[in-house]
T-cell receptor, first 113, second 113 residues
Framework: GNSVTQMEGPVTLSEEAFLTINCTYT??????LFWYVQYPGEGLQLLLK?????DKGSNKGFEATYRKETTSFHLEKGSVQVSDSAVYFC????????????FGKGTSLLVTP | DGGITQSPKYLFRKEGQNVTLSCEQN?????MYWYRQDPGQGLRLIYY???????QKGDIAEGYSVSREKKESFPLTVTSAQKNPTAFYLC????????????FGQGTRLTVV
């Protein structure tokens, strides 16, 4: 079935460091891919998305490229800020469940000053 | 403002009682979803509905029930049959189809004592 695997956290970085959070997927066909962010005690917010191979999603300095050949959608940011501290979820839309999102387990990021 | 509203934000119930979590959206979305979030487990799909008066079980539907009598509303009932109901519950909605993003409510934290 469709599934998402993302790197385990927590990830701790100093402000202005480079961020990579790895995400790989297993799916039939070519699903749309998403990164969501969750701040403490809140719901999820869409960070970026890509709907076909080689698409690059970007938002607020974050980027991710849909790599069909490696079935990956790694999240990157060149210079993180303290305000980026949150939990990040990689997800795909599952055609077998009414296009519900299948999520990875989440990666907690802490950015220190 | 358009959005998706969950209420209440915090809910306490005694063991053995049924409890209903509210989810309302004014985004005119056809599809709605319920997820459960536990620490370290990501989000797991409980139920989903692609259209009014129709809904399907997700991955962990046992001990839960839903209804979809109106397009705007998708309440979730946690029954006494749910063995471990304490969790953070998230409702989402989206347009139908494989590429649209899902919008999330702020969540309800249910604690059963």
């Amino acid at each position: 079935g469709n599934s998402v695997t993302q790197m385990e956290g927590p990830v701790t970085l100093s402000e202005e460091a480079f961020l990579t959070i790895n995400c790989t997927y297993t799916a039939t066909g070519y699903p749309s891919l998403f990164w969501y962010v969750q701040y403490p005690g809140e719901g999820l917010q869409l960070l970026l998305k890509a709907t076909k191979a080689d698409d690059k999603g970007s938002n607020k300095g974050f980027e991710a490229t849909y790599r069909k050949e490696t079935t990956s959608f790694h999240l990157e940011k060149g210079s993180v800020q303290v305000s980026d501290s949150a939990v990040y979820f990689c997800a795909l839309r599952n055609s077998n469940s009414g296009y519900a999102l299948n999520f990875g387990k989440g990666t907690s990021l802490l950015v220190t000053p | 403002d358009g959005g998706i509203t969950q209420s209440p934000k915090y809910l306490f119930r005694k063991e053995g009682q049924n409890v209903t979590l509210s989810c309302e959206q004014n985004l005119n979305h056809d599809a709605m979803y319920w997820y459960r979030q536990d620490p370290g487990q990501g989000l797991r799909l409980i139920y989903y509905s692609q259209i009014v008066n129709d809904f399907q079980k997700g991955d962990i539907a046992e001990g839960y029930s839903v209804s979809r009598e109106k397009k705007e509303s998708f309440p979730l009932t946690v029954t006494s049959a749910q063995k471990n109901p304490t969790a953070f519950y998230l409702c989402a909605s989206s347009p139908s189809g494989p590429i649209a993003e899902a919008f999330f409510g702020q969540g309800t934290r249910l604690t059963v004592v």
